[in-house]
């Protein structure tokens, strides 16, 4: 059974940095699209970033420059270094093995991120 | 301002059968896939519909359709635990980024 689990999220002050994980099991992160999408409270979805097969990566516009999304291999672990946190950063972040760039077929449980002075 | 507009919300009976709609432009939606989810209680989303092909798992009362710049998932049969947030989303080649739509409040009446 294919799946991913994020951990990683905290309370952080505004500026404060952070690093999500995302382990999954059942397939090897590196065969296939990983994505984060996240939803702030009372809010819909947004993309957040997504690594390809070959390794390219894009970013959305709201954090572009700020966060930075990985994977290793070794581990079977995607991540997303998060810099410079800002309070509308806060949200549920999910981890999420896609069907190509479209869209996701299977979803983490979500981790909080909760940036508040 | 989400890059794909969805219904805000959109009710049914039980039996019923909706269509919920996702509209954008020849860079994304006319494009690429959409993909459909949906969302109970700010719990996980959960994938029910890639193009017009159905995950295992989603009960084929599910469909998927796009005509032009407009996708839609329709739910023929309507049941009760089909209340819920549905979201769509999809590539754009001129933002090189995924979008999503704002989500439509379906309500099962």
């Known amino acids: 059974e294919e799946q991913v689990v994020e951990t990683g999220g905290a309370l952080i002050q505004p500026g404060g940095s952070l690093r999500l994980s995302c382990a999954a099991s059942?397939?090897?992160?590196?065969?296939?699209?990983m994505s984060w999408v996240r939803q702030a409270p009372g809010k819909g979805l947004e993309w957040v970033s997504i690594?390809?097969?070959?390794?390219?990566?894009y970013y959305g516009d709201s954090v572009k420059g700020r966060f930075s999304i990985s994977r290793d291999t070794s581990k079977n672990t995607i991540y997303l270094q998060m810099n410079a946190l800002r309070a509308e950063d806060t949200a549920v972040y999910y981890c999420?093995?896609?069907?190509?760039?479209?869209?996701?077929?299977?979803w983490g449980q979500g981790t909080l991120v909760t940036v508040s002075s | 301002q989400s890059a794909l507009t969805q219904e805000a919300s959109v009710s049914g009976t039980v039996g019923q059968k909706v269509t919920l709609s996702c509209t954008g432009n020849?860079?994304?939606?006319?494009?690429?896939?959409v993909v459909w989810y949906k969302q109970t209680s700010h719990g996980a989303p959960k994938t029910v519909m890639f193009?017009?092909s159905l995950p295992s798992g989603i009960p084929d009362r599910f469909s998927g359709s796009k005509s032009g710049t407009v996708a839609s998932l329709t739910i023929s049969g309507l049941q009760p635990e089909d209340e819920a947030d549905y979201y769509c989303?999809?590539?754009?080649?001129?933002?090189?980024?995924?979008?999503f739509g704002g989500g439509t409040e379906l309500t099962v009446l």
């Open positions: 999420a093995r896609d069907v190509g760039r479209s869209g996701s077929h299977y």
């Open positions: 059942g397939f090897t992160v590196s065969s296939k699209y």
């Open positions: 690594i390809y097969i070959s390794g390219e990566r």
């Open positions: 020849s860079n994304n939606v006319g494009s690429f896939v």
């Open positions: 193009g017009d």
């Open positions: 989303s999809t590539w754009d080649n001129s933002l090189s980024a995924r979008v």
